[in-house]
């Protein structure tokens, strides 16, 4: 396992251990976080451990003609209660994203640390992040981010404090652009059944070239 050094680079991923781990130490620059996303690497770590980069091998992603919207999901589209925007509360976005509580989901605590949240901020700022909002009135009741890297948007984490509202970020996110893929990073019950699959990681890195 290579530890990184104040040198902006990376091993190759082919080094990953059997979990995806590529490398460990290094920094949440703008540089190396972008440098990452296009070696198809991202970082995944808790508070108080040392920054972990991973380049998962499958890959979990979604094309975005196989996105499955189902009847019921349609027909809550076309009520129209509620409003998505794009890029108007990106901060609000990943700090709901950081204080879910995911326990449902069989997760402990949050992988979005103060550090990372600052940096995906940064990055939103230098316009690289960007995030999905739906609103229920004035209530942001839901949302995701993630980075814009060539073609293929970077999925980074979603929310949702009310029925169905991360499903409708992530529709419209689909729906909205011209994305050869979304990349989803890991399975995801949720997102599988919205149609994304695993690929192995050489596809994926075609793709990113």
């Known amino acids: 396992m290579q530890i990184l050094t104040n040198k902006l680079e990376f091993p190759p991923v082919t080094q990953a251990n059997t979990y995806g781990m590529v490398a460990i130490g290094g920094d ?3 540089e190396r976080l972008l440098l990452a996303y296009k070696s198809g690497i991202f970082p995944w ?3 108080g451990e040392p920054i972990a980069w991973y380049s998962p091998d499958p890959r979990m992603v979604l094309f975005p003609d196989t996105l499955k919207v189902s009847k019921s999901m349609r027909q809550i ?3 129209g209660d509620f409003k998505v925007t794009v890029n108007q509360a990106f901060a609000k976005v990943i700090a709901n994203c950081k204080n879910t509580n995911r326990e449902a989901q069989g997760e402990v605590g949050t992988w979005i640390t103060n550090e990372m949240e600052t940096a995906y901020n940064q990055l939103h700022e230098l316009g690289i992040a960007k995030s999905v909002e739906v609103w229920k009135g004035d209530e942001l009741v839901g949302g ?6 060539k073609a293929i948007f970077c999925g980074e984490s979603m929310f949702s404090n009310v029925s169905n509202a991360s499903k409708v970020a992530f ?3 689909v729906e909205n652009h011209t994305y050869k893929l979304v990349d989803c990073q890991v ?4 997102l599988a059944s919205l149609g994304a699959k695993e690929i192995s990681r050489t596809a994926f890195l075609e793709f990113l070239k």
Do not use: A, D, T
């Open 45 to 47: 770590y808790s508070k």
């Open 144 to 149: 995701l981010y993630g980075l814009e890297i």
């Open 187 to 190: 399975y995801n019950n949720h």
């Open 77 to 79: 589209l076309r009520k």
């Open 28 to 30: 949440l620059s703008p």
């Open 171 to 173: 529709i419209h996110l």
